[in-house]
């Protein structure tokens, strides 16, 4: 699946800090691999989209944006590590 980074408005969702690269990978690990791992959902899809900075700083319209954006390009499920004064 595709991406999208709120943050430089490109299409390269690159992951600056490598928190979201490294869950989706516990989330989707293949199984039976002999690595001692095993994801739950080792068959699915993913889409990087980016809304926040290099810092972790972002604000809640891009998140609203980037829930937005993944739901009308198919996602079913969304993962988000945030924090913040709510």
């Given amino acids: ?3 999208y980074d709120f943050i430089n408005q ?7 800090e490598g928190h979201g690269t490294h869950v ?6 293949d199984t039976n ?7 739950l959902a ?3 899809q993913f889409m990087g989209v980016k809304v926040l900075d290099a810092e972790g700083s972002g604000t809640y319209f891009d998140v ?6 993944a739901a009308d390009e198919g996602a079913h499920v969304a993962n988000l590590s945030l924090g913040g004064p709510w």
Avoid: K
């Fill in 24 to 29: 989706t990978g516990i989330a989707t690990a």
């Fill in 33 to 39: 691999t002999g690595q001692g791992i095993a994801g």
């Fill in 10 to 16: 490109d299409e390269d969702p690159l992951d600056d």
């Fill in 64 to 69: 609203a944006r980037g829930i937005i954006y």
């Fill in 42 to 44: 080792w068959n699915s």
């Fill in 1 to 3: 699946m595709g991406g």
